[in-house]
């Protein structure tokens, strides 16, 4: 078995590569990796660790070259590479040239490659955008509903709808959730990108470990011809029930660490109440059933974080207030958070975090007043988190039926529950064949009614942010409104946008930076 790989190098990627290698089947894992100094030394340390059983090609995923040079004469192809935040919202460029160009670059490089390996494409929860306490479940065919500003996932929806579009002969897309790795702490106290995590956000966490892990039994179960299945679907990578917390309940993890918890550390009023990312994936246990790959639970692995970095342990004997000047009031004021955006004005951006000026500025400081999912304020929690009694949308056509039984009802039925219309007038019975679709603003396009029903996208001039006009779009698309609404009010009429990097509003012609 022979196996390339993008994105090695990161949290999920090493723990791929160091657990695939452990497959006797496998001949050589084939990986790239960009020409920064730092992978100087990690292509030193596979090499002598490895052997032969490694292949390294260095240079950037935007390179078609290198993408070619990465996938010849491979059986799998894992495509795991990611410009993440903060880092993408810091380098917009890096983002766009990694989740955006290099994806295509690499399933390009795929579909020309023959004999054409097997593909599989890690994409992001990001993509469903905001959830809240009143639709906390989610699955694969929701609305995608990227999250104004949010480079990252952004250029990832357009990344994974390259990979539905592509035809390729064999392929997966793994919808990654909120992923917990070693470096969690130290990678989150640089940039104010923790405050961008609303309380009440729904987080199901699955640790690097066991990403990684997925992973190994994917290609291990799929070499051996045990999983025909599989393949051409997208999954949600989940942890199930005792991974599933809220924003809340992860910095209440995180900094128990260091003697602390949200309460003590932060103030309500400093974090976002929308424009996040989160589910409890309602389906997140059709890979479990295929691959036996989860292990860990959320606080056994924070309490394992702890184990491997014992400074953190000192939090305990510092007084709080000392932590809070030289570590938390640097992070509130640091130029990517939602309290920063309050101070400087940006209404834009704190717009589309809060709802608007008046309301972050009404939020409460005190605890006691602030409503939290897990403290039982909206129902039961434990009740809440049991898939059972989720409230699931709508899709817009009968879902009790298997894909060989759909017909072209059912894609009309879908279609104008999105807003538009089915074009075509014939159906040949292939859910991956393309056909011709038409939104409510009049674009044509061609997709396959599996990306639709069962991938959540639409139109790709319209579903593609810049502009995010979802306050527009659910006006006519019950699709989107079911879920948007939960976070924004049926009279918004806003327009977000990036121009020169700058976070833009526009309201009945008028726009504000």
């Known amino acids: 078995m022979k196996i390339a790989m993008t994105g090695a190098s990161g949290n999920m990627g090493r723990e791929a590569l160091k657990q695939t290698l ?11 990796l960009s020409d920064k100094k730092k992978n100087n030394k990690l292509a030193r340390k596979l090499r002598r660790r490895y052997r032969s059983r490694i292949q390294i090609v260095r240079g950037t995923i935007a390179d078609s070259a290198n993408c070619l040079k990465l996938v010849q004469g491979v059986d799998y192809v894992v495509h795991m590479a990611a410009v993440i935040p903060p880092a993408s919202d810091a380098s917009p460029a890096a983002s766009e040239a990694c989740n955006k160009r290099g994806a295509v670059a690499l399933i390009d490089a795929v579909k020309a490659t023959s004999p054409q390996p097997k593909y599989i494409h890690i994409s992001t929860v990001a993509l469903y955008g905001n959830r809240n306490e009143k639709h906390p479940f989610g699955r694969v065919g929701d609305p995608l509903l990227v999250s104004p500003f949010d480079r990252y996932a952004m250029d990832k929806l357009y990344g994974e709808r390259y990979c539905l579009d592509a035809e390729l002969e064999c392929w997966a897309v793994l919808r990654q959730t909120a992923m917990l790795h070693p470096n969690m702490m130290n990678d989150n106290i640089s940039d ?15 640790s690097s470990r066991d990403s990684g892990y997925l992973i190994k039994r994917i290609l291990e179960r799929d070499g051996r011809g045990e999983v025909p299945g599989f393949w051409n679907k997208i999954y949600n990578i989940g942890a199930g029930k005792k991974s599933m917390e809220t924003g809340y309940d992860t910095f209440n993890d995180g900094f128990a660490m260091i003697g602390g918890s949200a309460e003590k550390f932060f103030k309500p009023h400093w974090f976002a109440t929308r424009n996040f990312h989160g589910l409890w994936f309602a389906d997140g246990g059709e890979l479990e059933e295929l691959f036996s790959y989860q292990r860990d639970d959320v606080k056994g692995y924070w309490k394992e974080i702890a184990r491997r970095h014992k400074i953190f342990a000192l939090g305990k004997i510092v007084p709080k207030k000392l932590i809070d000047i ?28 809060f ?13 006691k007043d602030y409503q939290l999912i897990s403290k039982g304020d909206f129902g039961d929690y434990d009740a809440m988190r049991d898939v059972e009694n989720a409230a699931l949308l709508d899709h ?14 059912d894609f009309r039925r879908a279609a104008v529950f999105r807003g538009g219309e089915l074009v075509s007038e014939t159906y ?4 991956y064949r393309k056909l011709s679709w038409r939104c409510h603003d009049g674009h044509v396009f061609q997709a396959s009614p599996y990306t639709v029903l069962r991938g959540g996208h639409w139109c790709p001039v319209c579903g593609q942010p810049t502009p995010w006009d979802f306050d527009r779009q659910a006006k006519f698309s019950p699709f989107i409104a079911q879920v948007w609404y939960d976070s924004h009010e049926r009279d918004e009429d806003l327009v977000y946008d990036l121009e020169d990097g700058k976070a833009t509003l526009k309201k009945l012609g ?3 930076t």
């Open 22 to 32: 452990e497959l006797s089947e496998v001949e050589f894992v084939r990986v790239l």
């Open 192 to 206: 104010g990108l923790m405050f961008h995590t609303a309380l009440n956000a729904p987080l199901e966490w699955a």
């Open 326 to 353: 030289f570590l938390f009031r640097r992070l509130r004021n640091h130029p990517n958070s939602p309290y920063r955006w309050v101070q400087d004005g940006d209404t834009a951006r704190v717009t589309a975090t």
């Open 355 to 367: 709802g608007s000026v008046e309301r972050a500025n009404s939020l409460s400081h005190d605890w």
């Open 396 to 409: 817009g056509y009968n879902e009790s039926i298997p894909m060989s039984e759909w017909s072209l009802a």
């Open 428 to 431: 040949g019975g292939d859910p």
């Open 510 to 512: 008028k726009e504000e």
